[in-house]
């Protein structure tokens, strides 16, 4: 099982606000991914990086951005938060080998005014 | 149509009861399948995964995969009020290991 943490787990800030949502894991998995979820609404893959200085996009448009400088560390920065961007975001890693498995964070709910 | 369907529910059971929940892909290049449970407001965690054409059991839960049909399945036995949540199947495309969600089935289990 995968240790993978996530910070701050509650956010709630101005609209036009920069903010970093945090994420890292401590079992060297080189595959990270972040995933946007409103309540009740399906899992969107926004981000995902396949190693250091890898990043790509996911599968739903996403303003926000990401960077790999470090295996264990993936973060997402929205440069100006917006009551759209309100949801919870959520980090997963994988292992270099087998199967795929992601293990999830405890996730990041945000909340913009 | 979706590459990973699944039933949205809700999948309502009696305590006690089987829960039969369904999954189809469309990708037939997916190798590997998962079945994840996220409780309301929570991150999704890993049930269990199945790889081969077949039935893979862990405790109270079984997993079915027929790769034919495209088809996968969990089965919950005797089941619990704590089963109550939404579970997601997710399919890995055989090119990397970025998985497909399904938009999961909500199961209520009443006591």
């Known amino acids: 099982e995968a240790d993978i943490y996530q910070t701050p787990r509650y956010l709630v800030i101005g609209t036009g606000k920069k903010i970093t949502l945090e994420c890292s894991q401590t079992?060297?998995?080189?595959?990270m991914y972040w995933y946007q979820q409103d309540p009740g609404m399906e899992l969107h893959l926004i981000h995902y990086?396949?190693?250091?200085?890898?990043?790509e996009k996911g599968d739903l448009s996403s303003e926000s951005t990401v960077s790999r400088i470090r295996t264990e560390h993936f973060p997402l920065t929205l440069e100006s938060a917006r009551p759209s961007h309100t949801s919870q975001y959520l980090c997963?890693?994988?292992?270099?080998?087998?199967?795929?498995?992601?293990?999830f964070g405890p996730g990041t709910r945000l909340l913009v005014l | 149509q979706k590459e990973v369907e699944q039933n949205s529910g809700p999948l309502s059971v009696p305590e006690g009861a089987i829960a039969s929940l369904n999954c189809t892909y469309s990708?037939?290049?997916?190798?590997?399948f998962f079945w994840y449970r996220q409780y309301s407001g929570k991150s999704p965690e890993l049930i269990m995964s199945?790889?081969?054409?077949g039935d893979k059991e862990d405790g109270r839960f079984t997993a079915q995969l027929n790769k034919a049909s495209q088809y996968v399945s969990l089965l919950i036995r005797d089941s619990q009020p704590s089963d109550s949540a939404t579970y997601l199947c997710?399919?890995?495309?055989?090119?990397?290991?970025?998985?497909?969600f399904g938009g999961g089935t909500r199961v209520l289990v009443k006591p």
């Open positions: 997963a890693s994988s292992a270099p080998t087998g199967t795929g498995t992601q293990y």
């Open positions: 079992m060297g998995h080189d595959k």
């Open positions: 990086s396949y190693g250091v200085n890898s990043t």
């Open positions: 990708d037939r290049g997916s190798q590997s």
């Open positions: 199945i790889y081969s054409n």
């Open positions: 997710a399919a890995n495309k055989a090119a990397g290991n970025k998985l497909t």
